[in-house]
């Protein structure tokens, strides 16, 4: 088993835990990703789950952090969709692979730099890359969280206040868990999502579809009116 960070000391621990053995790579480095595939083999699973931000205004945001989270959560995600999807064609296998989106690539959140712009980008990656090699067995699926206490967004969530108010506005009344995030990957991942491809499935317990319902409106629109409309 094999487990690949661009931080050596995090992939030696994880390594250790599994009984596996680290390699230092970026998701970009196609040198180094399809190094590790030559040691450890094809996977028949590949969850693109590498991510990162640079928050701040767009007017205000440097070239360097655009061009890193574009690295990282497009162009990584890219690498390792072609050279997994490249083999497991040469091998003859069918496969799955599934990319972490984001709700922030569905509507955009304030001063979130260009991280929504390459979370809808590879939101469409994924459907072009489903409907290109489908054909050949390799199905290519979607996970949009939400609202996650976990991960990246960890620092937003310290201040208990925010915690709370955050929960508040999601119809189902909580934030959002890495299990519940695994949860969806694996269904896609596995048989019992045999025939899905080029999906993006939203795991953000209605948060997407509550605009509306966190908007001010009048107490008399909210029941049938005299005239029966």
């Known amino acids: 088993m094999g487990v690949l960070d661009i931080d050596a000391a995090r992939a030696a621990a994880v390594a250790d835990e599994v ?5 230092v790579s970026s ?6 990703v399809s190094a590790a595939l030559d040691r450890f083999g094809t996977p028949d699973v590949l969850v693109n789950n590498a991510g990162t931000v640079r928050f701040g205004p767009l007017l205000d945001l440097s070239l360097a952090d655009w061009q890193a989270v574009l690295d990282v959560n497009l162009t990584g995600t890219f690498v390792c969709s072609r050279l997994v999807a490249r083999r497991l064609v040469a091998e ?5 692979i599934v990319n972490l989106t984001s709700i922030n690539g569905i509507h955009p959140g304030p001063y979130a730099g260009g991280y929504g712009a390459t979370k ?3 939101a469409l990656l994924t459907q072009q ?13 979607a996970v949009a969280p939400g609202l996650i206490d976990a991960g990246m967004s960890e620092p937003i969530y310290a201040d208990p206040e ?3 108010a955050r929960g508040s506005k999601v119809p189902l009344g909580r934030l959002g868990t890495a299990g519940d995030i695994a949860s969806a990957v694996l269904f896609l991942a596995s048989d019992e999502a045999a025939y899905v491809n080029g999906a993006e499935l939203v795991v953000d317990g209605g948060v997407v579809v509550s605009i509306l319902a966190n908007l001010p409106r009048p107490k008399s629109v909210d029941s049938v009116g005299s005239d029966g409309s």
């Not at 009984?19 to 390699?23: F, M, P, S, T, Y």
Request: overall charge negative.
């Open 92 to 96: 003859g296998r069918p496969g799955s």
């Open 129 to 141: 890359l489903a409907l290109e090699v489908g054909p050949r067995g390799i199905r290519v699926n």
């Open 162 to 164: 925010v915690r709370e």
């Open 120 to 122: 809808a980008a590879v």
């Open 19 to 23: 009984g596996g053995e680290a390699l």
């Open 27 to 32: 998701t970009t480095d196609e040198g180094g």
